[in-house]
């Protein structure tokens, strides 16, 4: 059973371009959430997703940025009109269902350049 | 609002000391975790605590939970140089609708040990 995948690793992107990150939770899991990591920060909450829909996205931007899960193939992050802010690593997490242990992917570290 | 708050911010030891990092929180909790993050990599799931569960050991690690205080504590037995790495608390919390949670982590406490 593979681990949470996401890709690209490593993306860089000029002022304006669209940022699109991949998660492949793990299988059997159904719960995604996504997180934004700045440098010598925590982990700030984006979204969270189940199949098809979007549980909570109170994290989440209200311009610019999107999350969709949907019912076949991984969960997106998509950054439209990037800037040098976005600058982060983003890490998703994926579980089975509730009370339990979140996997988390070894990230994607967006570069806006 | 921030749910986890981790305590201290950073904590510079030896090697073979013990390490002690602790979580506040503010809301009621289905469960608590801990998460640790070398630098520049992913997160690396430590150990998990219910909300009905005190105390859990795993290894050289042993994570308390008083739910009373809202807050936890990760213990670190006999560290090691290996141990050097940022501490993550996370709480899941039951959202209102639907019976899902959401997992917010702290700020982290950054661990270095000294050789």
């Known amino acids: 059973n593979a681990g949470v995948m996401q890709n690209p690793r490593h993306l860089v992107r000029r002022r304006g371009q669209e940022a699109r990150l991949r998660c492949s939770p793990m299988?059997?899991?159904?719960?995604v959430y996504w997180y934004r990591q700045l440098p010598e920060e925590g982990l700030k909450f984006m979204v969270y997703?189940?199949?098809?829909?979007?549980?909570?996205e109170s994290g989440m931007p209200k311009e610019r940025f999107s999350a969709e899960f949907p019912k076949e193939g991984p969960s997106i992050l998509r950054i439209q009109q990037v800037v040098r802010g976005d600058s982060a690593a983003y890490f998703c997490?994926?579980?089975?269902?509730?009370?339990?242990?979140?996997?988390f992917g070894q990230g994607t570290r967006l570069t806006v350049v | 609002s921030q749910q986890g708050e981790e305590d201290p911010q950073a904590l510079s030891i030896q090697e073979g000391e013990n390490a002690t990092m602790n979580c506040s929180y503010k809301?009621?909790?289905?469960?608590l975790q801990w998460y640790r993050q070398n630098s520049g990599r992913g997160l690396v799931h430590l150990i998990l605590?219910?909300?009905?569960?005190r105390e859990k050991h795993s290894g050289r690690l042993r994570v308390t939970l008083d739910t009373s205080k809202k807050s936890s504590s990760l213990l670190i037995t006999a560290s090691r140089a290996a141990d050097t790495a940022s501490y993550f608390c996370?709480?899941?919390?039951?959202?209102?609708?639907?019976?899902?949670?959401?997992?917010?982590f702290g700020t982290g406490t950054k661990l270095q040990v000294i050789p």
């Open positions: 997490a994926s579980s089975p269902h509730i009370n339990t242990e979140a996997f």
């Open positions: 299988k059997g899991h159904s719960h």
């Open positions: 997703l189940q199949k098809e829909n979007i549980i909570d």
């Open positions: 809301t009621s909790i289905n469960n």
């Open positions: 605590i219910r909300s009905n569960e």
């Open positions: 996370a709480t899941a919390a039951r959202l209102n609708s639907g019976g899902y949670q959401k997992v917010t």
